[in-house]
């Protein structure tokens, strides 16, 4: 196939994890691939198909995979690359943190899960100092009112933010004994008024009402360190949920570091790596506590000991979750490397309208998430994988990030790998000029995020192949819809970056595979299908019957995978059903190998590689389909059976037959190979001799090009009347109620010349075609004969536009009796022969 004349085609494989055992989902992705490959080989490419492997990664560090050096370097080239457009940067800020996997993780590495719980709680602050001049309300029980979903940040809070252009009021309960119990005040917004009465189950009685903007400056008292904080502004507070009051904590929120960091207000996180409170928490009874558990539980606790809080309310929303471990991770300020997405992503987007995408709707989803992004956090906190080469200085933790300190570093990598940076003495990383500095340096512990590992796969194939600059590093990539956020959009940012173009020049995305009723596949419901129960069989053969690879791969043909697909024993025994079709429309023509239909061949071998070339492998299957069961087996096959079974075997008119079979049958098995290649190797090993050159692959016989005469337009023209009038005698033959069709004659009445002389040129099909004993034709003044005593059954055609004239079709019962041998009613005599048998047995 090295030698296929047609330049080389490269589908780049995405990287699965190599933990666990192949799902059906594997198998609709690999499958997709291998037929894609398939039929470009067919098509006379060359195919680089390498398959990939990711072996970065939790769990796989603990099987201790390794990986090329020269992949690292490469990576490394990359990322020096970045640095020296100025795109890495090193910051103190909130990003996802799995506790569970104790690292950084990007948007691309969350999953979230619709139904998670947390422990609301509305909490009052205390007010120090007041900016409203409110006599009637007493400033020592005055407080703003805070609702969160995370308690635990409420020991991290460093202000409370309002909406300056939305109005606020101070309320108090009105279920009060105002002569035993202090009234307390509580600052919220106008419009969050109706929904916090229902939340706390009290009226709430309105005192006075006055714009946001005349809250910033005031100070309350934070109620767990007792420290004093400001009231600040910030745009993202709004009306739609809480009290319009909203408790900032920079180190645990995007949002309220941005706020934070414009007005220069302190990021505090106390919180480890572990998910655990640590010794900034202001408080030593939190210490040590897991803060999505015991830890919001004891936050809870000091706050209701200290009557700060309010209510506490369960909460079910979306909330993301590592999606490794499985588990829900959290926000913390740690010092991290980050890639700026924001000066390359409008290139990115404007590279993508010159890449193919399947279906069409991933253009936008791919283009939203790279628009939501404007930073990528590339650092992560693991034990292995690809370091970010990074030194640090002992004393002032400034990193050493130069030209020459990287250079140094991948010299390093290439002869040691990435080991070389865990092993080698931490001075022997230094390059020349900084040994003797009169400094210390410390190696960072960061690697890179995994999805920049798989991001610069493209490296190896621009390498490797060395295409011309005009040209995609890739022809395409196939991954599944969650790559969006993922591979596809690591690699086209890493590939923009540095080669300022897409690294694919077409890009398929594909669904998921649920079971029957469209459900997602779950152990626990015991819906999960293994592939290898589809090929293999289950241990209860009659419930989940062995299929085998082919029906596997037909099924994915069959689907319509741009969408999610479904799956499970319904499906798959109409898909066995189908192959079973094939296979048996095949031994039809191997045990056989006229007058066909050519210019239809040419119509349907035509269609295929459309199908194939846009990655519609469904309508290959059911052009397919059609052709099999329509054109081939209800019509075909049912008109050339008399000439196979009956005529001589040297007959030139049985030779016709095995001909057109041949072809029909080549072009068949060539288009099934990509999706069954078994079935089709199957096929072409019981017929390869009689072609004209033998090969020991149906593979390597490319792509078939049928001849251009057999492109006859008035040949078509022609079996569209013939075709025409012979479902018009079907159904007048149900009408006769004939046991047999071979019983019956046809005569055939025409007004015109030109029908007339159409109908003549096919004379000697037209039997065979009705499948009755006899069939003639006359023009429409010789149709004496109607009027006729025997019983006949008569019927006015009219043809398609572009015919002149129609035609009176007349069934009568056949006069003469049944040849034994061809059954046919030809014979002259009652249980003797007809005169065509008669010369075929004398010959023989």
Known sequence: LENNPKELYILHDGPPYANGNLHIGHALNKILKDIINRYKVLNGHKVNYIPGWDCHGLPIELKALTELKEYEVKQLQVFHELLKKGYIYRQNKPVYWSPSSRTALAEAELEYKDDHQSRSVYVKFPMINSTLDLPIVPRDNLHVLIWTTTPWTLPANQAVAINP?????????????????????????????????????????????????????????????????????ASHVTEESGTGLVHIAPGHGMEDYETCKKLSVPIICPVDEFGNFNSEVGNPTFEGKFVLTNGTSA??????????????????????????????????????????????????????????????????????????????????????????????????????????????????VKEHGSDGWWEINEKDLLPPEYKNNGKTYRRGNDTMDVWFDSGVSWTYILKKFKREDSKAISDLYVEGSDQHRGWFQSSLLTSIAVNNKAPYSALITHGFVMDEQGRKMSKSIGNVVDPNTIIKGGKNIKKDPAYGVDVLRLWVASSEYIKDVNIGNTV?????????????????????????????????????????????????????????NTLLSAFYFDIIK??????????????????????????????????????????????KTVGPKEYDSIFRLGWYNLEEKWNNQPLRQEWDVLKHLRNDVNQLLEVARKDNSLEANVELYVTTTELFNLLHRHKLDLKSIFITSDATISSFDNDSRLTEPTPSYIHETDFPEGIKGNCKIVVKKASLFKCPRCWNFNAQIEGGLCKRCENVLAIS
């Open 165 to 233: 252009n939305m109005e606020y009021s101070i309320v108090c309960p009105t279920n009060v004994d105002h002569n035993t119990s202090t009234i307390h005040y509580y600052i919220v917004a106008a419009k969050r008024i109706d929904a916090l009465q229902k939340v706390l189950g009290t009226e709430l009685s309105v005192k006075s009402t006055f714009e946001g903007r005349k809250l910033v400056g005031a100070t309350y008292m934070h109620p767990i360190n007792m420290q004093q904080c400001k009231i600040i502004e």
């Open 299 to 412: 936050v809870i606790e000091y706050l209701k000991e200290n009557n700060n809080l309010i209510k506490e309310v369960k909460f079910i929303h979306k909330y993301p979750y590592d999606w490794r471990t499985k588990k829900p991770i959290i926000l913390r300020a740690t010092a991290q490397w980050f890639a700026n997405v924001g000066a390359i992503k409008q290139k990115a987007i404007e590279s993508l309208q010159e890449v193919k995408m399947v279906p069409e709707a991933a253009r936008y989803r791919l283009e939203q998430f790279t628009l939501s992004r404007s930073e990528w956090c590339i650092s992560r906190q693991r034990s292995w994988g690809v370091p970010i080469p990074v030194l640090y200085e002992t004393e002032t933790d400034i990193p050493l990030l130069t030209d020459s300190s990287i250079k140094h570093i991948i010299e390093i």
């Open 572 to 628: 798959m025994k109409q898909v066995g059903e189908n192959i079973r079709k094939y296979r048996n429309t095949a031994r039809f023509m191997l045990g056989n190998l006229y007058n066909f239909r050519y210019d239809q061949l040419v119509d349907y071998e035509e269609l295929y590689p459309t199908f194939y070339d846009d990655y519609t492998f469904n309508k290959v299957i059911q052009t397919l389909n059609y052709f099999t």
């Open 642 to 687: 008399d000439r196979l079974y009956a005529d001589y075997l040297t007959s030139q008119s049985r030779k016709n037959v095995l001909t057109v079979l041949y072809h029909i049958l080549n072009v068949y098995a060539i288009t099934l190979s990509p999706i069954v290649p078994h079935l089709a190797e199957e096929i072409y090993e019981n017929y």
